[in-house]
């Protein structure tokens, strides 16, 4: 088995680019794209922010660990779970290897810049300051985004130079840049 055998699974912070970024790289790699959001919102049949309100967050993690239970055995394809995914205990081993974990590393100022721009709904970020939440989350985070195999800096690096080095990593390279 080589590393291309496995799953590319994107981390980080929302806004980090997981969903934009995995698009492109499954289509050049001719492989499914997952963003565990939509596919949630597909099961449940409602927003993640209305699962959230209605069911709270363990609920919503526990359904990101069934999904990625039913994903260690699937096919390989290009994964873009929800910046929160890193949290639930056990899930990265459950994909890697043949996996590969990726943290778009992104600064919590850069992200709130990013999502500001965006009209989806963030739960963990509905707060009276969205901004210091998200300086909660990184600090809570970075050290299960640096368990990733690879990080990529997306504040240095073009949105072509991540997806090269993703695409690079599928087909068992290494990056150079990050």
């Not at 929302?14 to 970024?21: D, L, Q, R, V, Y």
């Not at 992104?106 to 965006?118: D, G, L, N, T, Y």
Request: net charge positive.
């Amino acid at each position: 088995m080589t590393q291309s055998d496995g799953h590319l699974v994107l981390v980080g912070l929302p806004g980090a680019g997981k969903s934009t970024i995995g698009r492109v790289v499954a289509r050049q790699l001719r492989r499914p794209f997952l963003d565990f959001d939509a596919e949630i919102e597909r099961r449940v049949h409602c927003t993640v922010a209305q699962y959230f309100a209605r069911s709270g967050e363990a609920a919503f993690r526990e359904l990101e660990r069934l999904l990625t239970r039913e994903l260690a055995t699937a096919a390989p394809m290009v994964l873009a779970p929800g910046g929160g995914w890193v949290t639930n205990p056990g899930v990265m081993q459950l994909l890697r290897p043949p996996g590969r974990i990726v943290h778009l590393r992104v600064s919590p100022q850069e992200a709130m810049r990013r999502i500001a721009r965006s009209r989806h709904v963030r739960p963990l970020l509905q707060e009276a300051d969205p901004e210091a939440k998200m300086r909660e989350l990184w600090a809570a985070r970075r050290a299960l985004y640096a368990q990733a195999d690879v990080v990529l800096d997306v504040e240095r690096l073009t949105s072509q130079q991540v997806i090269d080095s993703v695409v690079k990593l599928a087909h068992g390279g290494t990056p150079g840049i990050g």
